[in-house]
């Protein structure tokens, strides 16, 4: 086991411990725990690592497939679309939206917030 992941899981532990009296807190970073494991079982602890170096940043934030001006124009868009490649993003009047169709075959707009907004 690579001494770093080994130190995340240590500090894991350590902090579970922090919160004997909490069994959701507790819960939750032994899935953490867990889930880097997993990740490591993959063979793709290194992966993990360049992601977690550019998480939360403009690098690392989804680059939109297509811009519009409004959710209209981007729905007039997408209709005409057979499909979308997969967790599509578009950008409408400066805010990214994740795209989605229902069951139903209509396409969704989700707007996604902005890494300022997640910050602040």
């Known amino acids: ?39 490591r079982s993959l063979g793709k602890l290194e992966d993990f690592w360049s992601y977690e170096k550019v998480f939360g940043t403009q690098e690392h934030w989804p680059k939109p497939l297509k811009s519009f001006s409004s959710k209209d124009q981007a729905r007039s868009w997408l ?3 057979p499909d979308v490649p997969y967790a599509a993003v578009v950008d ?27 910050e602040g």
């Open 1 to 39: 086991m690579s001494s770093k992941l080994e130190d995340l899981l240590n500090s894991l532990e350590a902090l579970a411990g922090q919160h004997p009296n909490e069994p959701e807190a507790v819960a939750t970073i032994k899935t953490a725990a867990k889930a880097l494991h997993f990740i």
């Open 79 to 81: 209709q005409a679309q």
């Open 92 to 118: 409408v009047a400066g805010s990214l939206h994740s795209v989605a169709r229902t069951r139903e075959g209509e396409w969704v707009l989700v707007r996604l917030p902005s890494i300022e907004e997640l």
